[in-house]
């Protein structure tokens, strides 16, 4: 396991999901959103992801996720690297939470990526800035057990593809948030059922009974 660059005083300062909802709802009642750039089109950006949210909130978990949850033996904290005008951050953000709440022993704290250019730095997709983005982190040691993200693995291939053929920006983002709504957070589930095992299992000791990864 990897030491992080993620500390005490990171933590302190992570947000839990209510609030970070809370503190949208309150930037938008002034038409801002998270970050500095305040534009109309953010804003906008925001106020569709707070309906995407509110959709993706519905989800429900899937019976061999819980299984491999219950079996989970490690205390976690899930540190989620987001910003409200994301719009694949509003796509699975609301489903990480879910399937977190289901486990007595994970924790999610959120921080906004770009308040926190150190940790974002340490986690880049491809040499990006890309979100959201999980660390996933012993409670116990705070060494990085895993990460996640930004996007299930099928939708992350699907933006390289249409980015590398420069797809016009109006049909990227029809095709990229059609294929969210078509998943229903299904492969998210299914990857987070093979990551939670696995690390359950950096941390658990040899002769403890927890749910396999096949």
């Known amino acids: 396991m990897a030491t992080s660059v993620i500390t005490p005083e990171?933590?302190?300062?992570?947000?839990?999901y209510v609030q970070y909802r809370d503190m949208i709802d309150k930037l938008l009642a002034e038409n801002k959103t998270?970050?500095?750039?305040h534009s109309?089109?953010?804003?906008?950006?925001?106020?569709?992801?707070m309906h995407r949210m509110r959709r993706v909130e519905k989800t429900?978990?899937?019976?061999?996720?819980?299984?491999v949850l219950l079996s989970v033996q490690t205390k976690m904290i899930w540190v989620v690297l987001t910003e409200a005008w994301c719009g694949d951050a509003a796509q699975s953000l609301p489903a990480i939470v879910k399937i977190a709440d289901a486990s007595p022993l994970i924790d999610v704290k959120l921080l906004l990526r770009d308040e926190n250019p150190d940790v974002m730095d340490a986690y880049l997709t491809n040499g990006g800035r890309s979100i959201p983005k999980l660390i996933a982190l012993d409670a116990n040691t705070l060494e990085v057990l895993g990460t996640w993200g930004p996007r299930p693995e099928p939708a992350q291939q699907l933006f390289q593809e249409m980015k590398d053929a420069n797809v016009p920006?109006?049909?990227?983002v029809e095709k990229l948030h059609g294929w969210y709504a078509k998943d229903r957070s299904r492969t998210l589930q299914n990857e987070f059922?093979?990551?939670?095992?696995k690390w359950s299992q950096l941390t658990a000791p040899a002769d403890l009974n927890i749910a396999r990864c096949s």
Request: glycine share 2%.
């Open 10 to 16: 990171h933590l302190s300062q992570a947000i839990s």
């Open 60 to 67: 429900v978990l899937e019976d061999d996720l819980i299984k």
């Open 40 to 49: 109309d089109a953010m804003v906008e950006y925001t106020r569709m992801n």
């Open 169 to 172: 920006y109006t049909e990227f």
């Open 193 to 197: 059922k093979e990551l939670i095992c």
């Open 34 to 37: 998270t970050g500095t750039n």
